[in-house]
């Protein structure tokens, strides 16, 4: 079985994601975001499609920045919808603006998007990805789980032969040090 870690390095898009962000601790609010639009985007495409169009995305929702796009009125849902850099879907822009809204709420009662997960963690995937469709629009197994292996709260991001989960393991992403039998109980 072909896996990413024997496919994205030296993949002129993919390569620089897998070696560089993939797996390792997130802690500014703008990337959880960034990464939670991400993944919300690639469900039914290629994260190589997502990938390329990563800096339009960026500029099309104002850097993620969670206040800007939870400001967003009709105007910039007719703006993002009309955007052929990005992915064009009526469900995923008002999943975006809301779930922007649904972490400034976080702020409130938990300090913060970090906060929030620093906080749940840790649990099962199956514990999250209940968690996370109680808190957050789009946001299914398959969303849930890469959201959380890309930003270092759930194990699986790269191979255990794969050099780069070393690298990560050497920042101390939340899911080291708990038994690898508690992420999968439960699924």
Request: proline residues 12%; aromatic residues 16%; negative net charge.
């Given at each position: 079985m072909t896996t990413y870690c024997d496919t994205a390095?030296?993949?002129e898009w993919h390569g620089p994601y897998h070696d560089t962000e993939y797996g390792f601790p997130v802690s500014e609010e703008n990337i959880l975001f960034e990464r939670l639009v991400l993944e919300i985007n690639q469900a039914g495409l290629s994260w190589l499609t997502v990938l390329k169009k990563r800096e339009a995305f960026y500029a099309a929702y104002d850097g993620f920045d969670v206040d800007k796009v939870a400001a967003y009125r009709d105007v910039d849902r007719a703006r993002l919808l009309g955007d052929s850099g990005i992915i064009r879907n009526k469900l995923k822009v008002n999943a975006a603006i809301e779930n922007a809204k649904r972490i400034q709420a976080l702020r409130a009662t938990h300090g913060g998007f970090k906060s929030w997960l620093d906080q749940h963690h840790p649990l099962t995937k199956s514990d999250w990805v209940k968690l996370?469709?109680?808190?957050?629009?789009?946001?299914?197994?398959?969303?849930t789980g890469e959201f959380l292996m890309s930003t270092g709260y759930l194990p699986g991001a790269h191979d255990p032969a794969c050099p780069i989960t070393k690298r990560i393991a050497t920042v101390e992403?939340?899911?080291?040090?708990?038994?690898?039998?508690f992420w999968t109980s439960g699924d």
């Open positions: 390095p030296g993949h996370f469709k109680q808190t957050f629009l789009f946001t299914g197994g398959e969303i992403p939340p899911w080291i040090g708990v038994a690898m039998e």
